[in-house]
């Protein structure tokens, strides 16, 4: 019964904590979303399901939701074909100083997300540092490509903002490999392709679901670098329900929108998660 | 062997890796070479050496209230959460009971669901449901709840590397079990729950996307700096600002890596 008072004394503060202000709001989040009015205080008709019919109603929210999980796709796919050559290189190649040059990897991942995305506002920018640099070099006259204010724009950002967060859980999954089944392969006959199409990469794949569910989940969610960078083209479903509080103050619909991308992070979670031990792609 | 070593450098995999470093820090090192150029226009070629927009920001109250701001909240927002944390963390690792696998999930969830969502449900909870404007203390407690799992993770990967036994020979020895905690495990994961700690107050302190929801009228110093971006003329401020803040953050996140490893180095001299 003592044992019982201590895991009681423990667990019971981090529970009530996390119950009231993580579960909770979740869950009149969630209650918000059948509220009638614009901050959903409307007690006239409190509860309704106009919030549904509309979303489902308007093709914009749809086209911009599916946008952004295209989006997300996207980079997500693009951060591990640019990060898994480099995970390759330092756990085969590169010898005693792979880990400094691993953390010389992931120093950047822990710089500002907020000053990471400007660098590519000032970089991409109009009147900004690539334009000028290719006119100081003459390799374009005035009319320079703008490549801020387009998707292409918050696509770049985004591969470099999360690129480096990636490059971890794959050289994990690769050191786990173990290499007497490299040699088994190469006395086999396989040479060194066959060797990482059938048997590295396959055994490398729990560290590229991790990676890509690591930049695919918070990529689902951005609104700030398509505001900065994105441009009216590049509008994500975050934007949509920073809009639905911010400005058009309808919060249920807002409500609404969140939940809708809450439960699209959650689901491919749970499916990998029914797949692969979670404890197999967080792990180093 | 020189030779070999050269050729090892010049091998693609090797250039392919050195490209890749220039693109995750020149953009970094673009911001600071910006902060000394002398215009307000941030283009190339630069125009001169300026140390202008230091003094600017140093004089700019708003920016080193603003300052002030983010250091009170990711102090106190780290030191609660690294308090629920590391008590959790050892309710998690050192027992097994009914709930536990569910708190695990669920406290583990901040982590991964994105950041806007959880500064959305928190606005509602604050003005709609509990009236009560927002503060400091608003967007304080919100931190809490993404810190949380942060230091979860760090102080229960140092607990279950130690050694559960000097626990019990502590007890044995005749202390309680919450002296035991005191006197025992908290010195030896103490290095995790620096690293906990500064991990904690630097994402707090970097936090936009969920803040700028709970924030009220006090601005941190990133929800301030998004605001000036709106106008062209300021940028070089906020570069710069950002410019030491960069200089900062890396200072912190070597502290922060030191520690780790001299806490590893510790334990297993304990053992």
């Known amino acids: ?284 | 062997m020189r030779d070999v070593q050269f050729k090892k450098f010049l091998s693609p995999a090797s250039i392919y890796f050195w490209i890749f470093a220039v693109f995750l820090y020149f953009p970094i090192f673009l911001l600071v070479i910006l902060s000394f150029n002398d215009s307000a226009l941030l283009r190339f070629p630069l125009k001169g050496f300026t140390l202008d927009w230091y003094k600017t920001v140093l004089r700019s109250h708003e920016l080193v209230g603003a300052l002030q701001n983010s250091v009170v909240v990711g102090v106190v927002s780290s030191v609660v959460s690294g308090v629920l944390g590391t008590m959790a963390a050892i309710g998690i690792v050192r027992f097994r009971f009914p709930g536990r696998n569910l708190f695990l999930a669920i406290s583990a969830l901040p982590l991964v669901i994105p950041a806007i969502v959880i500064g959305v449900a928190l606005l509602i909870l604050f003005r709609s449901i509990l009236d009560v404007d927002l503060s400091l203390w608003t967007l304080g407690l919100s931190h809490v709840v993404i810190n949380i799992p942060i230091v979860m993770l760090i102080v229960a990967s140092r607990l279950a590397g130690m050694d559960a036994n000097l626990e019990e020979a502590a007890m044995d020895l005749g202390a309680s079990y919450w002296t035991a905690q005191l006197r025992v495990t908290l010195p030896i994961v103490f290095p995790a729950l620096i690293a906990a700690f500064l991990t904690a107050f630097t994402t707090s302190f970097d936090e936009y996307a969920m803040s700028v929801f709970v924030v009220g009228t006090k601005p941190t110093l990133p929800v301030y700096m998004y605001s000036m971006l709106r106008f062209p003329r300021k940028i070089p401020v906020v570069v710069t600002m950002a410019s030491i803040i960069l200089v900062a953050s890396i200072a912190l996140i070597f502290l922060a890596e030191q520690l780790r490893r001299a806490g590893q180095n510790s334990t297993s001299k304990v053992r």
């Open chain 1, 1 to 284: 019964m003592e044992r019982n008072s201590r895991i009681f004394a423990l667990m019971t503060p981090p529970v009530v904590f996390l119950a009231v202000l993580f579960v909770l709001p979740l869950a009149i989040m969630a209650l918000f979303t059948f509220r009638g009015g614009s901050f959903g205080l409307d007690t006239s008709q409190p509860w309704t399901l106009e919030h549904y019919q509309k979303f489902i109603a308007n093709t914009t929210f749809l086209r911009v939701f599916w946008r952004s999980i295209v989006l997300s796709f996207e980079v997500s796919t693009l951060c591990i074909l640019l990060a898994y050559p480099i995970a390759y290189y330092l756990s085969f190649h590169a010898g005693p100083k792979r880990i400094t040059l691993l953390t010389m990897i992931l120093v950047p991942a822990w710089i500002s997300y907020l000053l990471r995305v400007l660098s590519w506002k000032i970089i991409l920018g109009g009147t900004g540092f690539a334009a000028s640099f290719l006119m100081w070099l003459g390799l374009v006259e005035k009319g320079v490509p703008i490549l801020i204010y387009s998707p292409a724009a918050t696509v770049i950002t985004l591969v470099y903002v999360w690129v480096p967060f990636i490059a971890l859980p794959i050289f994990a999954a690769i050191e786990r490999i173990d290499p007497s089944l490299l040699e088994a392969s190469a006395d086999l006959g396989g040479n060194q392709s066959a060797t990482f199409l059938r048997v590295t990469l396959p055994l490398s794949l729990p560290g590229i679901i991790a990676g890509f569910l690591f930049v695919f989940i918070p990529t689902v969610g951005e609104y700030v670098t398509p505001m900065l960078v994105g441009g009216p083209k590049g509008v994500m479903f975050g934007n949509m329900i920073w809009g639905q509080f911010m400005r058009a103050l309808n919060w249920p619909m807002g409500s609404l929108m969140s939940l809708v991308m809450f439960v699209a992070v959650l689901l491919p979670i749970i499916i990998v998660a029914r797949f692969v031990r979670l404890s197999d792609l967080a792990g180093v």
